[in-house]
């Protein structure tokens, strides 16, 4: 079990889905970091009791491989869609950072993915700490050490619980590469 005992790692996520329109995101606590999340989709992972837990210590383990700190996530929305793509930069992606964070819970190839580890968030938390849009910095290609820190884990399928793996290379990007 993960103990959280600094006050400036508290999440103040405020749930705004979209099929609850109005809603008003929670002011959360000052000085705290405040993050938006909207869900846009039913991928059984994200209603599962540990969701918010997961997202959080994805998001910790993913600051520190980049060495940004929650900071940079204040006042950012993160966005996760059930699409094939996403839209990003005139391309199509499994997330993108544009500001704002947006990501999909489906691979066309891996289909929905069981848990919040699979997806792209690691990638675009990096975009958030370093921008680097262009992918030069090499640790867009050494994620191992990431996906180790969130592999073991439960994720949730359609049909149950099912392993959840983290996939590196979903999450590895060619340097110099847009
Ligand atoms: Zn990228």
């Known amino acids: 079990m993960r103990l959280d005992a600094s006050p400036s790692l508290a999440l103040a996520v405020a749930l705004a889905t979209a099929s609850c329109g109005g809603s ?15 869900l846009e989709t039913d991928a059984p992972f994200t209603e599962a009791a540990d969701f918010q837990s997961r997202l959080h210590d994805t998001i910790d383990v993913a600051l520190s491989y980049w060495g940004g700190s929650w900071s940079d996530l204040n ?35 891996l289909g929905t993915f069981v848990c919040i580890e699979e997806t792209v968030l690691v990638h ?41 793996v983290p996939y590196v290379s979903v999450w590895r990007h060619p340097l110099d590469a847009p």
């Open 75 to 109: 006042g950012r929305t993160i966005t996760i869609v059930d699409a094939p793509s996403v839209e990003c930069g005139g391309g199509s992606a499994l997330g993108c950072f544009d500001g704002n964070v947006q990501l999909t819970t489906r691979d066309p190839g």
């Open 124 to 164: 675009e938390i990096g975009h958030a700490v370093l921008g680097d849009p262009d992918h030069t910095d090499p640790r867009w290609m050494q994620m191992d050490s990431v996906a180790a820190a969130l592999s073991g884990r439960e994720g949730y399928s359609s049909e149950g619980l099912v392993p959840c």
């Open 24 to 38: 008003q995101p929670d002011e959360g606590v000052q000085g705290v970091q405040e993050m938006r999340l909207v």
